[in-house]
């Protein structure tokens, strides 16, 4: 016999615990080497875990939903195959054993006594949104190891209290969906940089047919060779760290009352994925032809989405880019993400029908682009002329010349 144990991985320095979001195999299946085996949920990310080892999993030791600390085991592989599967082992409690009448304590340090029982963070954060006081959750009957509580539970018994009564704010009109610990973060991050910088937002509109003229004519053979689309991210990013160059207190940050001129631009980007908005970073990107640019922004945003980004990808940015014109939006007015002091946003293209000097008309196309900044230390004229000054880059741009 073989048996390994799987740990609850160290995402990042400052990240304690992990939450199991999703089990992607049974106790019985087979999984190969780097075979996804669960997806778990920090405060900062959300990843899948690949398998280290090729074999059959023997036991999960929790639930979906539960938080455990890292360093923790959380399964069992057998890695030698010609022994028997026990349905017996599969079912094993994680738990230590306790004296008699006494609940079964996980083994993470974020689980939580109150009395008797045990309520994991997500258990007792559903109670306080669906305002369940401790009393009532002592009366859940739980099915998960040891008798603990899980949500499954949880949404039994607040189901079963609403078809109990009448009332209007009853389950039927009211669903209670917990934040996951991404979302949490997010709301947490945005309030906090409201309330730490200043924003002022300068706007002002760009003419980007050229742009959209070149990027029309070379779509079809730019995919044909690198195997992802050529976007105007692209070209907006390129432009941005062309101006970082020359506006050294966009690029910077602060620290008490010191201000951290950065000599690097490293360019973060909002990426759109199923549980919210992630911001990776093209380090040094000013090290970087147009193409070499292209190709990082594409390698990062399939990291997004498939969950496989690391806190490297996510730290130690610069200044960002978000890109609300994907969405049909044509003005916004961002957050500025921590630490940073200033963050761009495109709005649509849109085909505009434009006045020329000699009074003429033309059909351009047209967007608005947003430069949102800290008056902190980016007085008005400085975030205005950076803003002018990216958007005369890119009306400037000779986009052939790029590849």
Known sequence: MARVEIVMPQMGESITTGTITKWTKAPGEIIEV?????????????SEIPSPYKGRVEVLHFNEGDTVDIGIVIAEIETDLSVE??????????????KEKEAPVVKTQSTVKEGRKFYTPLVKSLAREAGISLSQLSGIAGT???GRVNKADFFAYLDGRSSSTKSTSSS????????SNMRKTIAQNMVLSKTTSAHVNS?????MTKIVKFRESVKVGFKRQEGFNLTYTHF?????????????TVNASIEGDNILLKKYINLGFAVATETGL????????????????ARSVNELAQKARNKKLTMDDLSDGTFTFTNNGSFGTLIATPIILQPQVGIYCAGVIKKQLVVGDDDSFNIRSIMYGTHTYDHRLVDGAVGGTFLYKLHKNLEDMDPAALF
Do not use: C, Q, Y
């Open 236 to 248: 907006i990013m390129f432009a941005i760290v062309k101006t970082l160059r020359e506006f050294p």
């Open 144 to 146: 998960g190891a040891g």
């Open 172 to 179: 039927e009109r009211v669903e209670v969906v917990p934040m």
């Open 85 to 98: 599967f026990s349905d017996d082992k599969a079912k094993a409690e994680p738990a230590p054993k306790v």
């Open 203 to 207: 706007i002002a509109e760009v003419d």
């Open 278 to 293: 992630v911001v990776p970073n093209v380090k040094d990107a000013d090290s970087l032809n147009m193409l070499g640019l």
């Open 34 to 46: 780097d075979e996804i085996l669960l997806e778990i949920s920090t405060d900062k990310v959300e």
